[in-house]
Nanobody, 116 residues
Framework: VQLQASGGGLVQPGGSLLLSCVVS????????MGWYRQAPEKQRKWIAS???????NYTDSVKGRFTISKDNVKNTMYLQMNSLKPEDTAVYYC???????????WGQGTLVTVSS
């Protein structure tokens, strides 16, 4: 399974971005999916997850601003990020964990910079 994250960039505070994570070599519906981020000189942290049946969960700092979703036909997961803040600046990684094998897969990361 390979994951390809995209959609990062430079955005002003209060702006929005849509991140995508394309899954290849496997069915997204067979995986619990998640988004993580790693700020400069910080550890990678979980921010949102979407179970294989579509149940979402968020860390408190992004709740109400970020929305995780997926399209099983396109085999793609999304993270809609609204009301972005400078503290959201980080490299964002997507993750897939196979519900049968437990194996975990990571995308390469996409950089989000929130700055005026």
């Amino acid at each position: 399974v390979q994951l390809q994250a995209s959609g990062g960039g430079l955005v002003q505070p209060g702006g929005s971005l849509l991140l995508s994570c394309v899954v290849s070599g496997g069915e997204i519906s067979h995986n619990d999916m998640g988004w993580y981020r790693q700020a400069p000189e910080k550890q990678r942290k979980w921010i949102a997850s979407l179970s294989y049946v579509g149940l979402g969960n968020y860390t408190d700092s992004v709740k109400g601003r970020f929305t995780i979703s997926k399209d099983n036909v396109k085999n793609t997961m999304y993270l809609q990020m609204n009301s972005l803040k400078p503290e959201d600046t980080a490299v964002y990684y997507c993750n897939a964990q196979n519900i049968y094998s437990g194996r975990s897969f990571w995308g390469q990361g996409t950089l989000v910079t929130v700055s005026s």
